[in-house]
T-cell receptor, first 112, second 110 residues
Framework: GAGVSQSPRYKVAKRGQDVALRCDPI?????LFWYQQALGQGPEFLTY????????KSGLPSDRFFAERPEGSVSTLKIQRTQQEDSAVYLC??????????FGPGTRLTVT | RKEVEQDPGPFNVPEGATVAFNCTYS??????FFWYRQDCRKEPKLLMS???SGNEDGRFTAQLNRASQYISLLIRDSKLSDSATYLC???????????FGPGTRLSVLP
C-alpha cells in the first residue's frame, strides 16, 4: 500500500520567508509525528498528533513553528520568518498504534 | 546527560562479522524501545521493536536491560547491505515524545 508522502521534497527559502511543508500519512494511521533532522544527527521530535488533536508540541523550537492536522489526516508544518538555523530535513511519521512509526521521505529545507 | 546515547561510530567490519551496538537511555519510566536503520539521505526505517524478553529476527537480535537502562542490537553474519546508520529510539518523558539517539554508522566492507 501507499506509504507516508511528503511535499515538497526540496525547498529553498530566502531568510524571512514563510514555508509550509505537507505530510500525507498512511491511511487509517491515527498518530502523526514531525521531526527535524540536522546533518549527521538523529531526528529530533517536534510535535505529535492523535487524530486532529495536537497532544505534544514540546519539541517546537520557537513560536515561528506551527503544525496542524485539522481533519485528522493530512498535516502541515509551517515555519514563519525562516532563519538559517531552520535548514534541516523535516521528517513526518505516522503510526497505527502510536508506537511503531513509518517515515516519509522528508523535506529538505535550505534557508539562504 | 543526553536522553539517549549510542556508541560513537563508525564501525567498519568485514562481511560475515558479528557486530554489536549499545544504547543507553536516561528515563527509567520509558516503555517503548526500537531500532531503526537509516541509509544515507533516506528516511529512517523500522528494523525491530525491542521487548523485555529480547527478540530475534533472522540475523538481528535485540536485547533490553531495564535495570541498567540499555538496549543492544547484535547483527550476525553481516552483509554489505547492512551498511547504514542504526538509530536507537526510546519514548521520552512526555506521552508520545519519542527520542532518537544520534545513531551509529556501520560500514560492512567486502
Amino acid at each position: 500500500g501507499a506509504g507516508v508522502s511528503q511535499s515538497p521534497r526540496y525547498k529553498v527559502a530566502k531568510r524571512g520567508q514563510d514555508v509550509a511543508l505537507r505530510c500525507d500519512p498512511i491511511s487509517g494511521h491515527v498518530s502523526l509525528f514531525w521531526y527535524q533532522q540536522a546533518l549527521g544527527q538523529g531526528p529530533e521530535f517536534l510535535t505529535y498528533f492523535q487524530n486532529e488533536a495536537q497532544l505534544d508540541k514540546s519539541g517546537l523550537p520557537s513560536d515561528r513553528f506551527f503544525a496542524e492536522r485539522p481533519e485528522g489526516s493530512v498535516s502541515t508544518l509551517k515555519i514563519q520568518r525562516t532563519q538559517q538555523e531552520d535548514s534541516a530535513v523535516y521528517l513526518c511519521a505516522s503510526s497505527l498504534n502510536g508506537n511503531e512509526q513509518y517515515f516519509g521521505p522528508g523535506t529538505r529545507l535550505t534557508v539562504t | 546527560r543526553k536522553e539517549v546515547e549510542q556508541d560513537p561510530g563508525p564501525f567498519n567490519v568485514p562481511e560475515g562479522a558479528t557486530v554489536a551496538f549499545n544504547c543507553t537511555y536516561s528515563n527509567s519510566a520509558s516503555q517503548s524501545f526500537f531500532w531503526y536503520r537509516q541509509d544515507c539521505r533516506k528516511e529512517p526505517k523500522l528494523l525491530m521493536s525491542v521487548y523485555s524478553s529480547g527478540n530475534e529476527d533472522g540475523r538481528f537480535t535485540a536485547q533490553l536491560n531495564r535495570a541498567s537502562q540499555y538496549i543492544s542490537l547484535l547483527i550476525r553474519d553481516s552483509k554489505l547491505s547492512d551498511s547504514a546508520t542504526y538509530l536507537c529510539v526510546v519514548n521520552g518523558f512526555y506521552g508520545q515524545n519519542f527520542v532518537f539517539g544520534p545513531g551509529t554508522r556501520l560500514s560492512v566492507l567486502p
